[in-house]
């Protein structure tokens, strides 16, 4: 099955600077990559997704990076503000196939200090 | 907006009863999902459901059980809690081509 690692676990930036969060992922035949944030005491909410068939998508201060060749994409996010603190998890699935069983990396918990 | 509605916040029970979490969603989709989530082990999928009466291990399904009698409701159960059971609990639903919808999550204690 996929295997999904994520780095790194922990991540501490200055307010206004950037922050970037990688995963990998071992199927080649996975073709959706989404992010979640998990702010405390709440549940997991998408932010962002990708497709396979984009290398790169954009929404205000965060995009996502895909490199479908070395099998890793990245979580970009710019100009950081302390509500960005909290934990995000990059996932990976065949979409639709495989009943979108999401395949989740351990997650990194961003502490963005104002 | 899709609703996944977890009947508990938190749960404490004792070594050795019977828990069933229960997952209500409000959007007619066909998969659900369970995961438990530990501290630096991120999500980890338990079962999950593609239809009604169905269902399919996931990477951790020892010690539990899931019930999806109806479309819209998915329940685990800890046929016998035991302390290691002790995590927090998510639900999750999707249709064919939309990311998952999380519940607010069960925060189950076991003593």
């Known amino acids: 099955g996929e295997n999904v690692e994520q780095h790194p676990s922990t991540l501490s930036v200055q307010e206004g600077d950037s922050a970037v969060i990688k995963c990998t992922y071992s199927d080649s035949a996975s073709n959706y990559f989404p992010w979640y944030k998990q702010e405390l005491g709440k549940r997991p909410q998408l932010i962002i997704d990708?497709?396979?068939?984009?290398g790169e998508k954009k929404d205000q201060r965060i995009a996502v990076t895909l490199n479908k060749t070395a099998k890793h994409f990245s979580l970009h996010i710019t100009e950081t503000q302390p509500e960005d603190s909290a934990v995000y998890f990059c996932a990976a699935t065949q979409n639709p196939y495989n009943f979108n069983k999401f395949y989740f990396g351990s997650g990194t918990k961003l502490n963005v200090k104002p | 907006d899709v609703k996944v509605t977890q009947s508990s916040r938190y749960l404490v029970k004792r070594t050795g009863e019977k828990v069933f979490l229960e997952c209500v969603q409000d959007?007619?989709?066909?998969?659900m999902f369970w995961y438990r989530q530990d501290p630096g082990l991120g999500l980890r999928l338990i079962y999950f459901?593609?239809?009604?009466?169905?269902?399919e291990k996931g990477d951790i399904p020892e010690g539990y059980s899931v019930s999806r009698e109806k479309k819209e409701r998915f329940s685990l159960i800890l046929e016998s809690a035991s302390t290691n059971q002790t995590s927090m609990y998510l639900c999750?639903?999707?249709?064919?081509?939309?990311?998952?919808?999380f519940g607010s999550g069960t925060r189950l204690t076991v003593v």
């Open positions: 999750a639903s999707n249709g064919q081509n939309y990311g998952y919808t």
């Open positions: 959007m007619d989709h066909e998969n």
């Open positions: 990708i497709r396979s068939n984009v």
């Open positions: 459901s593609y239809d009604v009466k169905m269902k």
